[in-house]
């Protein structure tokens, strides 16, 4: 085919994709400017052989220091995995790796009901067994259920800084005291919450701050702004990489600890320049804005006699409707172009106020919902 027509096949699928602007049903969102500019200019770069790309190498342990200086750490080590998923089964890896060197099997890992599913993969690949503690009336993991869960066996907890469903944050607080009493690991996974929380106006304890927490997933690229395949993984004992570590002897480089091995350098560059570009202040900012909006969601929603689940604590709200309306209204909205979700329980209508929203979004989205209702 022709340069025109491939360009023409292109355009034309392109217009099939759904723009974000009233996609009010997904953790991802534009990329920041600058982090385009920077993954165009480091599209090449594989960081699966990073010594052939050592800007770019340089760049992601940059990203590694900067993040883990957000989350209360000069010395945590890691890497750019590919997003949040990467980064749950690699941790878990990890600790699954060093207790079945001491002779550990048949071992469990303690998650809160609310976990993303990319727990079912770590079960699956890591041939654990999830157990799944149960909630408070608030959404939150309740500790004593997890600590019943707790045997010899158990290898892991896990709480969430920002559930999926709920933008709820567990007690990483009273996980980080248990983990510590009984020895285990604690994973906190803060994929969207990690560049959400340290920005609130409220104070949560939730990273490496607590002593207990011994590893923090983070993704830059949900509301971190960075382009599609950026995920950070954060240990606190850096020994906990060399667990995943294969020798690579064709390579350039002598070894690997990411779960791919040929990986894209240019999420890590969009990552360190959006991270430059905006610093603190900026995603505060970003921040700051989505949850101006998301107050303006639930006021409007509110007035309608629709109340959330939980007062959202981050942008994420989820609103609940009448029993058999759920499925209605989620139809009705998507036949004027919105996309949103559903919980699984309690089932609710869940919308996240990404930064490609804006007030003039909520105003129309507003005026839809009261249509339909
Ligand atoms: N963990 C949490 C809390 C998430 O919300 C998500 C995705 O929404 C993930 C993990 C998985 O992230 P990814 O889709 O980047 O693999």
């Not at 996609?23 to 990329?31: A, F, G, K, Q, V």
């Not at 830059?220 to 960075?226: A, E, I, Q, V, Y």
Request: aromatic content about 6%.
């Amino acid at each position: 085919m022709s340069r025109e027509a491939v360009e023409s096949l292109l355009q034309e699928k392109k217009l099939m994709d759904l723009p974000y602007e009233r996609i009010l049903s997904s953790m991802c969102t534009y990329p920041h400017e600058i982090a385009i500019y920077a993954h165009k200019l480091f599209l090449e770069s594989n960081l699966g052989d990073s010594e052939l790309f050592p800007g770019t190498k340089e760049m992601e342990e940059k990203v590694v220091r900067m993040i883990g200086s957000l989350l209360h750490t000069e010395n945590a080590a890691g890497y750019i995995s590919t997003g949040g998923t990467e980064s749950n089964i690699q941790t878990i890896r990890a600790i699954r790796n060093r207790r079945r060197k001491a002779g550990m099997r048949d071992m469990n890992i303690i998650v809160p009901q609310t976990a993303h599913f990319s727990f079912e993969k770590v079960a699956d690949l890591l041939n654990l067994e999830v157990r799944q503690a149960s909630l408070d009336p608030q959404l939150k993991v309740d500790v004593n259920a997890v600590e019943r869960l707790i045997d010899s066996n158990t290898i892991a907890l896990v709480g969430i800084a920002g559930t999926t469903e709920f933008g709820q944050i567990d007690p990483i607080e009273e996980l980080s005291a248990l983990a510590c009493d009984r020895d285990l690991f604690l994973l906190v996974d803060a994929a969207f919450g990690g560049f959400v929380i340290p920005f609130l106006e409220t104070h949560y304890e939730f990273d490496f701050a607590l002593d207990g927490v011994s590893a923090i997933s983070v993704d830059p690229h949900k509301m971190g702004l960075s382009t599609l395949g950026a995920g950070c993984i954060l240990f606190r004992d850096p020994t906990f990489l060399d667990e995943l570590v294969v020798a690579t002897p064709y390579l350039s480089t002598k070894q690997q600890y990411s779960l791919v091995g040929t990986r894209s350098g240019a999420s890590a560059a969009a990552t360190y320049a959006v991270l430059k570009c905006l610093g603190r202040e900026g995603l505060q900012e970003i921040v700051h804005e989505c949850m101006r909006l998301t107050s303006l969601l639930i006021c409007g929603t509110k007035r309608l006699g629709i109340f959330p689940v939980i007062e959202p604590v981050m942008n994420v709200v989820t609103l609940k409707l009448p029993e058999g309306d759920v499925d209605r209204v989620k139809k009705a909205m998507e036949e004027r172009r919105w996309r949103v979700s559903l919980t699984r329980s309690p089932r609710a209508l869940r919308l996240v106020i990404m930064p490609h929203v804006d007030e003039e979004t909520i105003q129309y989205f507003l005026e839809d919902l009261e249509d339909i209702l």
